[in-house]
């Protein structure tokens, strides 16, 4: 009796060795789809330089890692910020090859983040001190205001009683309205300032050739 031959099983595909086309092919794909999803959640501010010296004072001859910042250069960075809306901001410097040295670009970017940071914590603490000292006075206004509403004169106030209502009464009212304007008012004007440094302190740093 003949022996009918065992059907053959389909050769498994072994998976692609560690440094195979397809791995590596794999992995660069991966690796592009981070840096879109990154680059997309950055808002770009490019600004051209003609050298480094264009970011910081001219009246300022101190060496770059100490150096005052351009009032221009924050200005013009200040204008660009204002509609970006991502997570991050990309700070590009478009700068002449010829001009270019790594350990200046260095010292910029720490020089620049320091500045930032710097800033926009002075920033907040000014705006938490000027905010406690508004609550402080709209409380003590209308501590003063009550007070003058319990001795409002009566038909026949005597004199002392009169003197406290005139005195107690318009304090009270200009104090709360010191206050009030220190709350709102005063940290309507630091807001823009507050969210630029905040912006700022937190942005990517790059040099580029031109």
Sequence with gaps: MDEKPEPQKPAQQ??????????LATEI???T???????????????????????????DPRPFSHRSLSQ????????????????TILLQFLI???MRVSEHESMI???LRDHFKKHYHVLMAEAKRTTVKGVF???????LILLASYIYPEANPNFLQRLAFVV??????????????????????????????KKMSKCEMQFVSY
């Design 109 to 111: 970017k720490k020089r």
């Design 72 to 87: 221009d250069f924050l200005q013009e960075a200040k204008r660009a910020s204002i509609d970006k809306g991502g997570e």
């Design 33 to 59: 789809a981070v840096e879109k999803q990154k680059l997309l959640q950055m808002s770009e501010i490019s600004l051209w330089l003609d050298a480094y010296d264009d970011i910081f004072s001219d009246f």
């Design 14 to 23: 072994s998976p692609p060795p560690a440094d195979s086309p397809a791995k």
């Design 168 to 197: 107690l009464e318009p304090s009270g009212w200009f104090i709360t309205w010191v206050g009030l304007e220190n709350i709102f008012h005063s940290m309507g004007q630091r807001k823009p300032d507050i969210e630029f440094y």
């Design 29 to 31: 794909k991966n690796v």
């Design 96 to 98: 002449p090859a010829k």
């Design 137 to 143: 006075l709209t409380a003590v206004g209308t501590l």
